[in-house]
């Protein structure tokens, strides 16, 4: 009977296979594997408050330290269904992040997978159905959040050489809907920080970092929670109070030569939606643009 039962199981058996195996199968996500730390972070986010009894907002801007380790999933995953198969790969990621101006307070956790999702074929005895095999996109990650909040973001990467150009992206809302009155947005433009940090511009910091290096490669890749498929869930109170409607992210995966030093840096813009106080005169809540910024290289 025992003999039995181990036919029956072997086919769920799954073996690891070696590092270089392992990494052959990670695709664009294999460089990611191992330990990043960086010092050079920033954390943008509005978050709303009470002012005589009036809805307002509270900006906060903080310079923050990083650690982030990648943990490759040492064997494929494999998911059937109807004409085709996929083996999945991955990481198991895991991330601290660290308040500049409180060095032992902690600013945020997380942790999740990447997933390359590309192997998908045809199942051996199946029919060749090329509207299944087609994968539109083929990376995924899932992050959870202790706010409340899981998120699957799905996207693609690419890879380049020569320094990355990185987009100009605002944390500052868009006037439509904003109110009127002088002022309600200065918090963006007269921080403390505003002097070494742009929320007009959130990657600028990336940019003038890369500028003073010489970058050879580069892996980019981009998820976005608006790809058909991705999501986002929230516990009720965060989807009552902000209500996180759309997450993306962008990694560099960057080979930098620096004299007679070479090493592997991590940089990632990241941006969360997050909407609340109604919008003057039009439907719907404000979107406040939740930023983060950082550059990181490899242990």
């Known amino acids: ?19 270089e195996e392992v990494a052959s199968k990670l695709g664009p996500l294999a460089d990611l594997e191992g330990t990043w730390t960086g010092n050079t ?7 709303p408050s009470m002012k005589s009894g009036l809805p307002t907002f509270t900006v906060l801007i903080q310079q923050y330290s990083e650690t982030i380790t990648f943990t490759p999933i040492t064997a494929p995953v494999p998911n059937r269904g109807g004409a085709k198969q996929q083996f999945i790969t991955g990481l198991l990621y895991e ?13 945020h956790v997380e942790n999740g997978m990447w997933l390359n999702m590309a192997d998908v074929e045809a199942q051996p ?3 060749v159905v090329e509207s299944e095999i087609a994968r539109p996109f083929s990376i995924a990650r899932m992050s ?3 706010h409340g909040d899981v998120v699957i973001a799905l996207g693609n990467s690419e890879t380049s050489s020569g320094t990355p150009v990185f987009p100009t992206i605002t944390a500052i809302p868009v006037p439509e809907g904003l109110p009127p009155q002088f002022g309600y947005i200065d918090q963006y433009t007269k921080n403390e920080f505003t002097g070494q940090f742009a929320p007009a511009d959130v990657n600028k910091t990336l940019a003038d970092t890369a500028a003073t290096q010489t970058i050879t490669n580069v892996t980019t890749i981009t998820v976005d929670t608006g790809n058909k498929g991705g999501n986002i869930a929230n516990i009720p109170f965060v989807e009552k109070h902000v209500d996180p409607s759309r997450f993306q992210s962008t990694l560099w995966i960057e080979d930098v030569v620096m ?21 003057f005169n039009l439907p719907g809540d404000i979107l406040w643009p939740h930023v983060n910024v950082n550059t990181l290289r490899k242990s």
């Open 1 to 19: 009977m025992e003999a039995n039962n181990n036919a029956q199981l072997k086919g769920f058996v799954r073996l690891g296979g070696s590092p």
């Open 125 to 127: 005895d199946g029919p």
């Open 41 to 47: 972070g920033w954390n943008l986010i509005a978050v």
């Open 259 to 279: 004299g007679d030093l070479t090493f592997k840096q991590l940089q990632y813009s990241q941006q969360t939606d997050l909407n609340f106080i109604k919008k």
């Open 95 to 107: 991330l601290t992040i660290n308040d500049m101006k409180y060095p032992n307070g902690i600013l």
């Open 144 to 146: 959870a959040i202790p």
